[in-house]
């Protein structure tokens, strides 16, 4: 259907070639995952395919780009619109009329279709995408899981063949990722179109795509089924892919095959290890000290608003503690994190933040944003750790900017870095405060594996040396593995506080939050073994010790 | 309502939401051509009170005209102290006397300063003339889909790319409105002090920064978007038929500012000394009135 046939492309004022000899059949009906580390031309690919390269940058193209033997470089951006449909990663970005039907019948209005059958189309291509019936309806009025349907929308009736979606599931909850994923499914098996997803969260995506592709440096180090992929490049690092956690079990405990599939894994582990079920209790994580905040039937009505957002909250977070707050989109995460930060004032109730109110010591915490591009003003990376932290020690900071893998970046202008350098550099600022207490809203969104270890490592060394992380993600892995407990938010009230293995085991919980199940727990309940949320309470269970494996 | 929702068009039905892009642009240009020609306080008071009348039409929330009297009597009042004050023009006649010109040091070195009352007139005129045009834009931009304008300038024959450029200002305003804020609310997060997390005004300068990178990425999403989606097939567009009643009332609009400027242009040229005898009654009209 497409094949790209040794493409390189340099942007212009670059030495370095973006895209190196990069060959690729894409073909119909397929659904096929390109991920990689941030920075290694995945976007470069897309615009690519979807034709928007050539015009754009002025950089040195080379190779083919053929669809049935025709060379599609020729065509033009609209007529390149009816073979490829791009949705880009944020849809408040590529929006553009104030109505539903307005935004979705654009394209067949520029090519001069009939009012009445793009009424028609309008209806059911809104239909395919699940928003029947919000023709009328401003699109600022909707969710960010509507919006992206939209998107959908927007590019799905122009019917074209390929389908390209750049990060389209980073900002939705678990749930919203399900549906949206099942959509994609059904038009690629119904309508036959051909879908191609960029995106970070392969560990979450792998049951949807059967082919993936793995890019690094430029070039495209592996193509195929996506179940061989665990074999050739899943446990190299430098790689970035994020490993289904059964794989990452299959792996760990040697299984004669890496699978996703947990009956297989509980097959193949049932088969291939000795199971205890008694053994190995799950150690309580991090120790109850000093409290660095205390919330006291705190509530929060938004000027104008019916209802509370926050209803009589209490929790109490001590030194030391890495605690997750989860929920789905709109359960007040973010609220309780503008509140502790001074953002907001609190309807009624108390907030003791440092041992006093949080006007007085708001100043002491950092607090990540989901959005990081905002808070970047430097033209360095370097001024930029060095804004407002003129006192803080230089080879500190040094050390801070290895961690976080900025060493090489120094010189570099912050906005024009990856999403995920991006993020880093914000964290490696606020850091060098040495805050007290650290809020980070969604701290791992849109980074690839090494980055999300990177930043695991700093929360880890960070609350050992004292400091207090509370962070907010729908990620069950990242805060079964990192958090000491977990708030569960829904409607405005912390339905439970308790350990990650108290919290993320309990489906009816999950279910309340809009959390996916973690894997590891239905691996633990087949085996009948006690309830396990991470890698490591599983392998106190299983040992990888049968005769003639190990 | 939030900050972003102040900027975003209007949802619903009224009735200048529903006109066609040409015709509010028409509407928009020739409220600035009299704007512009007519120096007469009671007539650009009038012309301003109907563009606050086409806000009742167009059903502007409450929110909304709060945030438009304020920007209204800021610049009018800026625009009246600071002629009242500053009026260089002849003859003034002092109502006022702020410093006396034998006040020890600062009257020597001011001359005295007074309010003066032409200077109030002057302003007032000044004020009233960017308040209509403040006025009327905020009603074509709160009440517009950037599609509706984007047809209207195509229509016109201006080249796709200009008009796209035109429109994407109205269509990221919102957008930028909100993410202002956000850079704000970043900037005091990252600073180290109490006064720091409290004020906005020292986080002001920082803002352009990622504002502006985060607009450039922006535009050129939306402009791939659009681009892929056709948008630059202009000639494949249907012709969409300026409706009769609203072409016939620009028709008469275009003729009340021809008319207008005509008397003005008139006016002025017998000041000049090209005096025709029988425009008396419109060089008075003109006087009176413009």
């Known amino acids: 259907m497409l094949t790209i046939k040794n493409v390189s492309y340099c942007y212009a004022g670059r030495n370095i070639p973006t895209l190196k000899n990069i060959s690729i059949d894409i073909n119909k009906r397929e659904m096929i995952l390109i991920a990689g580390r941030t920075g290694c031309g995945k976007s470069t690919l897309i615009k690519v395919i979807n034709g928007l390269l050539l015009g754009n940058g002025g950089g040195q193209f080379s190779g083919e780009v053929t669809s049935k033997g025709f060379n599609i470089l020729t065509l033009t951006p609209e007529e390149m619109g009816l073979l490829v449909g791009t949705v880009y990663q944020s849809p408040d970005d590529q929006l553009f009329a104030m109505t539903v039907e307005d935004e979705v019948g654009f394209v067949l209005e520029n090519h001069g279709i009939a009012s009445e059958i793009i009424k028609a189309e309008v209806t059911s291509t809104l239909k395919r995408v699940g928003l029947a019936g919000f023709e009328k309806r401003s699109i600022h009025a909707l969710s960010g899981g509507q919006r992206q349907r939209l998107a959908l929308a927007s590019v799905l009736i122009n ?276 805050p007290k207490l650290l809020l980070l809203d969604e701290p791992t969104t849109g980074q690839d594996q090494q980055s999300m270890l990177d930043i695991k490592n700093i929360i880890s060394e960070y609350t050992t040396s004292g400091g207090t992380v509370l962070f907010c993600t729908h990620d069950v892995e990242l805060a079964a593995e990192i958090a000491d407990r977990v708030f569960l938010m829904v409607k405005g009230t912390l339905l439970k506080i308790g350990t990650p293995q108290e919290v993320l085991s309990q489906k009816n919980l999950l279910l309340a939050g809009g959390l996916s199940l973690p894997p590891m727990l239905r691996i633990s309940e087949g085996l009948k073994i006690q309830k396990c949320v991470t890698l490591e309470e599983v392998t106190r269970h299983v040992s990888k010790t049968t005769v003639g494996r190990c | 309502m939030s900050v972003r929702q102040l900027w975003e068009g209007a949802e619903g039905d009224n009735v200048i939401m529903h006109l066609d892009g040409r015709s509010k642009l028409f509407v928009l240009f020739s409220i600035a051509i009299l704007a512009i020609t007519i120096d007469n306080p009671r007539t650009l008071f009038l012309l301003f009170s109907g563009t606050l009348l086409l806000h009742f039409a167009a059903r502007t929330s409450i929110y909304k005209w709060q945030v438009m009297a304020v920007l209204l009597l800021l610049g009018l009042w800026g625009s009246m102290v600071s002629q009242a004050l500053f009026f260089a023009q002849t003859p003034r006649t002092p109502i006022f006397m702020l410093i006396s010109p034998d006040f020890p040091i600062l009257g020597p070195l001011t001359n005295g300063l007074f ?142 500012v021809m008319v207008t400027v005509g008397s003005k242009l008139a006016y002025l040229a017998s000041e000049q000394g090209f005096y025709v005898g029988f425009l008396r009654y419109l060089y008075d009209w003109t006087k009176l009135y413009l």
């Open chain 1, 159 to 434: 019917k074209p063949q390929i389908l390209i979606l750049d990060e389209p599931v980073s900002q939705m909850n678990p749930v919203g990722v399900k549906e949206f994923l099942g959509l994609l499914k059904e038009l690629n098996e119904v309508d036959g179109i051909t879908i191609i997803v960029v995106e970070h969260r392969v560990h979450e995506l792998a049951k949807y795509f059967p082919r993936l592709v793995v890019m690094y440096e430029g070039g495209i180090i592996y193509d195929g089924d996506i179940n061989q992929a665990w074999y050739k490049v899943g446990d190299e690092i430098k790689y970035g892919l994020r490993e289904p956690q059964n794989v990452k079990l299959c792996r760990k405990l040697a299984l004669s095959k890496l699978t996703n599939e947990s009956d297989e894994v509980i097959s193949l582990i049932r088969n291939e290890c000795c199971i205890d079920i008694i053994k190995g209790e799950c150690e309580a994580k991090g120790a109850v000290s000093k409290a660095v905040l205390v919330a006291k039937n705190i509530s929060y009505c938004y000027p104008g608003a019916k209802e509370n957002t926050l209803h009589n909250v209490n929790f109490t977070l001590s030194q030391g503690e890495t605690v997750a707050v989860m929920g789905y989109n709109g359960a007040g995460k973010s609220t309780l994190f503008n509140l502790i930060a001074g953002l907001t004032n609190l309807t009624s109730g108390e907030l003791t933040l440092l041992g006093g109110t949080v006007a007085d010591n708001a100043h002491k915490l950092g607090f990540l944003r989901q959005d990081p591009d905002l808070m970047l003003l430097a033209d360095t990376v370097t001024r930029e750790i060095h804004w407002h932290n003129k006192n803080a020690d230089e080879s500190q900071i040094m050390e801070l900017m290895k961690r976080l893998d900025l060493s090489d970046k120094a010189k570099d202008f912050p906005l024009a870095l990856s999403k995920g350098q991006r993020l880093r550099v914000v964290l490696a600022a606020l850091l060098a405060r040495q």
């Open chain 2, 115 to 256: 309010i003066y009352q032409e200077g109030i007139l002057y302003g007032a005129i000044q004020g009233l003339r960017s308040s209509i045009m403040l006025s009327m834009g905020l009603l074509i931009c709160w009440n517009s889909d950037p599609r509706q304008l984007l047809k209207a300038l195509m229509a016109w024959h201006l080249s796709p790319q200009v008009a796209f450029m035109l429109v994407t200002a109205l269509r990221f305003l919102p957008v930028l409105a909100a993410e202002a804020s956000e850079v704000i609310t970043a900037l005091r997060l990252r600073s180290n002090s109490k006064v720091g997390r409290q004020s906005i005004c020292r986080h002001l300068p920082y803002v352009v920064n990622p504002l502006l990178a985060r607009c450039l990425r922006r535009a050129q999403t939306l402009a791939l978007s659009v681009v892929s989606r056709g948008f630059f097939l202009a000639e494949n567009r249907k012709k969409v038929v300026w409706p009769m009643k609203e072409f016939s009332s620009c028709l008469v609009l275009a003729l009340v």
